[in-house]
């Protein structure tokens, strides 16, 4: 059981470049999130998905694009990265029971934006 | 916005317990309080959660308090290892959506 794989682990890009962050889980979890962590900050929430084909927006949706065609799978997709994306990118899968909604995170994609 | 308030940081003796506080004026009757603890730049990691009864398992206890408008998070023999930053949560009811605040970063030290 791999729990919330994440890749790459570090990636560099151009401004204006895109690319998608992949990630997946082998729990069987309908809830899926994607969060950005900048310097000192907390976890801020991109966009969520309760289960295959349905997402949602979060905090800060803006310049991220998500589907989900299957339980495992959630990719944040970059559209056109800017400096301010510089971040260190979270996934997360979640476990509910009874009202309780327990998260599992990733190791993180620490991306660098020139 | 986070629903919740926690100092931003806190000093602890090796294998002396560590208290962290938490303030949740605003939560509501069937919202839960949710502790995780991030190590380094690692991803967060689940602690322990808590409606209104305290709780306890291997790793923490939680205190809730009557009027469930604060809890505090009991670490009982702290360790170098539990050098992190505490995050408390509380999750609106109605959604999956986790609020994390700037939590508290606990430094143990030897």
């Known amino acids: 059981n791999a729990g919330v794989t994440q890749t790459p682990k570090f990636q560099v890009l151009k401004t204006g470049q895109s690319m998608t962050l992949q990630c997946a889980q082998d729990?069987?979890?309908?809830?899926m999130s994607w969060y950005r962590q900048d310097p000192g900050m907390g976890l801020r929430l991109i966009h969520y998905s309760v289960g295959a084909g349905i997402t949602d927006q979060g905090e800060v949706p803006n310049g991220y694009n998500v589907s989900r065609s299957t339980t495992e799978d959630f990719p944040l997709r970059l559209l056109s990265a800017a400096p301010s994306q510089t971040s260190v990118y979270f996934c997360?899968?979640?476990?509910?029971?009874?009202?309780?909604?327990?998260?599992?995170f990733g190791p993180g994609t620490r991306l660098l934006v020139l | 916005d986070a629903k919740t308030t926690q100092p931003p940081s806190m000093d602890c003796a090796e294998g002396r317990a560590a208290n962290l506080p938490c303030n949740h004026s605003?939560?509501?009757?069937?919202?839960?309080v949710y502790w995780y603890r991030q190590i380094h730049s690692q991803g967060p990691q689940y602690i322990i959660h808590g409606l209104k009864n305290n709780e306890t398992n291997e790793m923490a206890s939680l205190i809730i308090t009557e009027d469930r408008k604060s809890s505090t998070l009991i670490l009982p023999h702290a360790t170098l290892r539990d050098t992190a930053v505490y995050y408390c949560?509380?999750?609106?009811?109605?959604?999956?959506?986790?609020?994390f605040g700037t939590g508290t970063r606990l430094k143990v030290l030897a």
């Open positions: 949560i509380v999750r609106p009811s109605g959604t999956y959506k986790y609020i």
């Open positions: 729990m069987n979890h309908e809830y």
């Open positions: 997360a899968s979640s476990e509910t029971s009874g009202g309780v909604v327990t998260q599992y």
């Open positions: 605003t939560i509501s009757g069937n919202e839960y």
